[in-house]
C-alpha cells in the first residue's frame, strides 16, 4: 500500500533527510513531498535539491512545493541574470549559493506555491494559509511566508 509523506524544511540537512526517510521505510511507490526550504542553513543544500529531483522522478509525481528559501533564491538568480551583483549578507545563503547548479535553479522555478491531495481532501503549501479562502485566491506571499493569523 503507498503512503503520501509529507517533510517540511529540509534546510540543507540531507543526511538527516535520507535518515528520516530511512526509518519511515520509504518505498518507490510512496509519494514523498517536500514542503518547501529544501536549502539553506544546512550543509548539503544541493544534495537535498538532488533528493527532491530523484522523488520526482521516481515516482512520477511531484515532490515538493515552493518554500521562502527557494524563492529567495530564485530572486537572487534573477538579479544574477541581469548582471547585477544581489546583496547576499546571510553565510548560509552564500554557502547555498556556492553549490546550487543551474539544474537546481531550473527545478526550483517548476515548484508550485501548493500542491492538492485530493485523495487526502488537503492542500500542501510551506508556510499557511487565510481560512475561508480557495487556494488559488490566497496571497503568493502567504504561501510563502505567514506564521500566524
Do not use: W
Not at 530572486?75 to 547555498?96: F, L, M, Q, S, W
Amino acid at each position: 500500500m503507498s503512503r503520501t509523506i509529507v517533510i517540511g524544511d529540509l534546510q540543507g540537512c540531507a543526511e538527516e533527510a535520507y535518515a528520516l526517510l530511512e526509518k519511515c521505510k520509504v518505498t518507490d511507490d510512496d509519494h514523498v513531498i517536500f514542503a518547501g526550504d529544501l536549502i539553506d542553513r544546512g550543509p548539503d543544500n544541493d544534495k537535498c535539491v538532488d533528493l527532491a529531483i530523484h522523488r520526482d522522478r521516481v515516482q512520477k509525481k511531484p515532490a515538493g512545493v515552493m518554500g521562502n528559501h527557494e524563492n529567495r533564491h530564485l530572486e537572487y538568480r534573477k538579479i544574477d541574470e541581469r548582471g547585477e551583483k544581489p546583496n547576499v549578507k546571510a553565510p548560509t545563503h552564500v554557502a547555498t549559493r556556492m553549490q546550487l547548479r543551474d539544474e537546481h535553479y531550473e527545478y526550483m522555478k517548476r515548484l508550485p506555491l501548493f500542491l492538492r491531495l485530493p485523495e487526502h481532501n488537503a492542500v500542501v503549501v510551506h508556510a499557511g494559509v487565510f481560512p475561508g479562502r480557495k487556494i488559488e485566491e490566497q496571497d503568493p506571499y502567504h504561501l510563502l511566508h505567514i506564521q500566524m493569523i
